[in-house]
């Protein structure tokens, strides 16, 4: 049963996203601030964070922040009040995958949920012990970590790492903007699909050694992006 954490100070919502939820073989848990949701994420496994921008005295973009470097688990922002397009940008920058307005239909809500969770990459085990060497960084894909010169790491989000995993497995082959948006976690809609210019640009920033100009992570117009460079791939074995 997936676990599905919401983090919201309106208790009444709260209250009726994990009733709702529940009744669809969901196992649901509330909170109303990030204190409450440091202690579910340290003892608990996530699935997906619902994540309201306004929580008092909280803003639920710096929760969504600190989610994206902590975790792989998918994030969805709701708002009633942000609705600018800066907002959506920047909680998708910062490693949403989805952003949804109040106020909402419950039978919306549960497809981006489900949605959310379809996208979410599963590693198979042979997967998840790869290690990447391209150029000169390395990608340990089981602990996560972008090493730079096999030293410096580099942080990245777990969209950008999704979106950077989905390069090397396919190098020198065109991705469309519909194999980035299921890889990065991003939905198909208008403003998410802009988003994926933001996450080209964002990896770049971290790879390349002049992201206008870049060596890497090339654009094919009207077609989508390249990884440009030999990816060799080694296995490491389970002791």
């Known amino acids: 049963m997936k676990h599905i954490l919401i983090v919201d100070d309106d208790s009444k919502l709260r209250a009726l996203l994990i009733d709702y939820l529940s009744q ?3 196992r649901v848990t509330g909170v109303k601030d990030s204190h409450q949701l440091g202690q579910i994420l ?3 496994t996530v699935d997906l964070v619902v994540v309201d921008l306004n929580l008092g005295h909280e803003d639920g973009l710096e929760i ?3 989610l994206s470097t902590k975790s792989d688990a998918p994030i ?3 708002s009633g009040d942000r609705m600018e397009e800066t907002d959506k940008v920047v909680g998708l920058e910062l490693g949403a995958g989805d952003y949804m307005t109040k106020p909402f239909g419950l039978r919306e809500f549960l497809a981006r949920v489900r949605a959310s969770l379809r996208v979410r990459p599963q590693l198979p085990e042979r997967r998840d012990q790869k290690i990447y ?3 000169n960084w390395k990608l340990n894909v089981k602990r996560r970590k972008l090493l730079r010169d096999g030293a410096e790491e580099i942080k990245l989000t777990a969209a950008e790492f999704n979106l950077l995993t989905a390069f090397l497995d396919t190098p020198t082959q065109v991705l469309s903007r519909e194999q980035l948006l299921n890889a990065s976690r991003v939905h198909d809609e208008e403003i998410f699909d802009r988003s994926i210019d933001v996450l080209i640009l964002r990896l770049r920033r971290k790879l390349e050694a002049d992201p206008s100009n870049p060596t890497l992570i090339l654009t094919e117009r009207g077609a989508g992006y390249v990884f ?3 990816v060799a791939v080694e296995e490491q074995r389970r002791g």
């Open 76 to 78: 969805i922002i709701i």
């Open 228 to 230: 440009d460079a030999e």
């Open 42 to 44: 340290a003892a608990e």
């Open 24 to 26: 669809h073989a969901f």
């Open 133 to 135: 060497s391209f150029a």
């Open 64 to 66: 969504v922040r600190t």
